[in-house]
């Protein structure tokens, strides 16, 4: 199975709203990522969990919150966003070691009203 | 501050040509180099990674890297039009952070 599973894949929701967006993957890799991506730019990195454990945080608001229960889910807890929040939200998957390519989801066009 | 720079294109070649993406990096620790095509509303997919110096083939696609000159291209031979998309080059310096670049619109005509 060489597939990274994203749901849902839209979502539109008030500033009011909490919502989740989740990730699987089957492929035995232990880094899994959130990325962003606005329209004609490429993907920003947000957070990058190794081996279950948050490595990286982008600096993120804190509206954004990243939870990842075991070593094939990744879930993302969007809460009070803003319209500027409006995005594809991407996952991704590599192997643990730093320097890998990564597979990525299809993706989910979040859109914040 | 690291970065990756593409000439954002569009890149307009016929049907049959062969297409030449462009990409130099700046950080010259960087260890990994990949291209991703990215269809329009769609998430990007890896064509191509390379590690070392030189030629790396497969298919219609070649990817060249030249860390001398920090230098990363990507050949794609007999375009088709199946092949107009975004390719974004994609370098590590290490750890998980991916450095992206902005990508080039590639459009190929039948």
């Known amino acids: 199975d060489t597939e990274v599973t994203q749901t849902p894949k839209h979502l539109v929701m008030g500033m009011t709203n909490k919502k989740s967006l989740k990730c699987e993957q089957h492929?035995?890799?232990?880094?899994m990522y959130w990325y962003k991506q606005k329209a004609k730019k490429p993907p920003e990195l947000m957070f990058v969990?190794?081996?279950?454990?948050?490595?990286i945080n982008e600096s993120v608001p804190s509206r954004f919150s990243p939870e990842c229960p075991n070593s094939s889910l990744l879930n993302l807890h969007l809460h009070a966003l803003q319209p500027e929040d409006s995005a594809l939200y991407l996952c991704?998957?590599?192997?643990?070691?730093?320097?890998?390519?990564?597979?990525f989801g299809s993706g989910t066009q979040l859109s914040v009203l | 501050q690291k970065e990756v720079e593409q000439n954002s294109g569009p890149l307009s070649v016929p049907e049959g040509a062969i297409a030449s993406l462009n990409c130099t990096y700046s950080?010259?620790?960087?260890?990994?180099f990949f291209w991703y095509r990215q269809y329009s509303g769609k998430s990007p997919e890896l064509i191509m990674s390379?590690?070392?110096?030189g030629d790396k083939e497969d298919g219609r696609f070649t990817a060249q890297l030249n860390k001398a000159s920090q230098y990363v291209s990507l050949l794609i031979r007999d375009s088709q039009p199946s092949d107009s998309a975004t390719y974004l080059c994609?370098?590590?310096?290490?750890?998980?952070?991916?450095?992206f670049g902005a990508g080039t619109r590639l459009f190929v005509k039948a």
């Open positions: 390379i590690y070392s110096n």
């Open positions: 991704a998957s590599s192997l643990p070691q730093g320097n890998e390519k990564l597979f």
């Open positions: 950080d010259r620790v960087s260890q990994s």
């Open positions: 994609a370098v590590t310096t290490g750890g998980f952070k991916t450095i």
């Open positions: 492929m035995g890799h232990r880094a």
């Open positions: 969990y190794s081996y279950e454990k948050l490595s």
